[in-house]
């Protein structure tokens, strides 16, 4: 899992150019695209997006970006897509290793009563992605053996603390990224570097993912298909 394409379920072309993006990783965004008066289309669209890319003969790896733990949507994201059987879950706003095995707890009900195998469905956290989870990094090893991968939540961040850049890393940023990485490493699970923004040009994104390369990460999120060619180049050799 080196690259992984964020993809709307609501919008068909979307579908179809993710199935042929060479994304190792589809992560369907239940959440942070859908606008409260669409979420039960969205969930609908979601399921369908699951049941068509897992027919094809050389399917990709098909996660669910769901609504956080603290939201009264995640039950309702959960019953709705865990039927599609997708390979994981993708928790947004993760604070430590509890919520891990919180989220850990709802998929093994779930799993139980479709006949699925306990353990099935992984689970990859955004972490880092609120001041306070700064201090907890160190709770996701052992976490539960679900945890596939910590993904860098760098933009959540900076809503949360309401900070500010000129696109340069600021410190307080290069921190959060360096603990996500650390503790992916504690964990011996896949550390992913979050996106980088749309439109930045194969040569800022070359340069991105080199960095994130250099750094200790193995994986990239890609925010469009044109840039799933240039993450997987750069990450073919990790």
Not at 53 to 82: F, P
């Amino acid at each position: 899992m080196r690259s992984l394409l964020l993809v709307r379920p609501d919008r068909e072309e979307d579908i179809a150019a993710a199935l042929e993006s060479g994304a190792d990783c589809l992560v369907l965004d239940l959440a942070q695209s859908i606008v409260a008066d669409d979420r039960l289309l969205a969930r609908e669209h979601t399921l369908a997006a699951l049941q068509q890319a897992s027919q094809r003969v050389h399917r990709q790896l098909l996660y669910v970006c769901v609504n956080s733990l603290r939201s009264d949507c995640i039950d309702a994201d959960l019953d709705a897509v865990m039927p599609g059987r997708p390979d994981g879950i993708i928790l947004p706003e993760s604070q430590n290793g509890a919520d891990v095995q919180h989220l850990s707890v709802k998929l093994a009900v779930r799993e139980a009563a479709l006949g699925l195998d306990d353990g099935a469905t992984k689970i990859i956290a955004i972490a880092a992605a609120t001041p306070a989870s700064i201090f907890e990094m160190g709770s996701y090893r052992g976490a539960s053996r679900r945890l596939a991968g910590l993904l860098y939540g760098g933009a959540d961040l900076g809503i949360a603390a309401c900070v500010l850049t000129d696109g340069a890393l600021a410190p307080a940023f290069s921190l959060a990224r360096s603990l996500t990485l650390f503790a992916a490493k504690a964990a011996n699970i896949v550390a992913i570097d979050g996106g980088s923004p749309p439109g930045i040009g194969d040569a800022c994104l070359k340069r991105d993912c080199e960095t994130a390369w250099h750094d200790g990460f193995s994986a990239k999120l890609a925010v469009e298909p044109d840039q799933v060619a240039i993450i997987g180049a750069v990450f073919a050799e990790r």
